[in-house]
T-cell receptor, first 111, second 110 residues
């Protein structure tokens, strides 16, 4: 596709359930980021994948959060046993060098 | 990791006014990027700067890469209502990983 694609665009889940958020980066981009953004706030870094290197997981807030990037392309962010404080917009970005391009985000609501 | 300090945190200006925001880092950057995020959307790249002292314009936007390589500013001239949003600066730290400023929230009174 022409840009970064994220799915679903909106997700409502019950507290305690697991969720998976998907990111399809721009073809050929070696770097992929996940960020979390609460309403009106800045970008909270979660995880960074760069090529075949070990991912930088330093931003993951707890062990309930994990992410994979299969075949250097599609990435999935998984949140286990969701809590209400996990409600936010989750943004994915990809890059081939320095300039990163963002998807539209997934709005997660935990009820 | 590196810290980016972005200011002001928010601005509420009159339509037609000029806007200026800046970003400083604790260490040298080789690239400065400026993004804008419209409500309900992902951030979009506005301007990329690659050379110290570089001044780049994109319509009513002008951005500069500071000579010390530790700062950058973004100016918006003659603001209009659609300039509303959050503006982020960013730069690469180790391994090209981008670090972002906390953002400047811009509101425009028409």
């Amino acid at each position: 596709g022409a840009g970064v694609s994220q799915s679903p665009s909106n997700k409502v889940t019950e507290k305690g359930k697991d969720v998976e958020l998907r990111c399809d980066p721009i073809s050929g981009h070696t770097a992929l980021y996940w960020y979390r953004q609460s309403l009106g706030q800045g970008l909270e870094f979660l995880i960074y994948f760069q090529g075949n290197s070990a991912p930088d997981k330093s931003g993951l807030p707890s062990d309930r959060f994990s992410a994979e990037r299969t075949g250097g392309s599609v990435s999935t962010l998984t949140i286990q046993r969701t809590q209400q404080e996990d409600s936010a917009v989750y943004l994915c970005a990809s890059s081939s060098n320095t300039e990163a391009f963002f998807g539209q985000g997934t709005r997660l609501t935990v009820v | 990791g590196q810290q980016l300090n972005q200011s002001p945190q928010s601005m509420f200006i009159q339509e037609g006014e000029d806007v200026s925001m800046n970003c400083t880092s604790s260490s040298i950057f080789n690239t400065w990027l400026w993004y804008k995020q419209d409500p309900g959307e992902g951030p979009v790249l506005l301007i990329a700067l690659y050379k110290a002292g570089e001044l780049t314009s994109n319509g009513r936007l002008t951005a500069q890469f500071g000579i010390t390589r530790k700062d950058s500013f973004l100016n918006i001239s003659a603001s209009i209502p659609s300039d509303v949003g959050i503006y982020f600066c960013a730069g690469p730290e180790y391994g090209n990983k981008l670090v972002f400023g906390a953002g400047t929230i811009l509101r425009v009174k028409s």
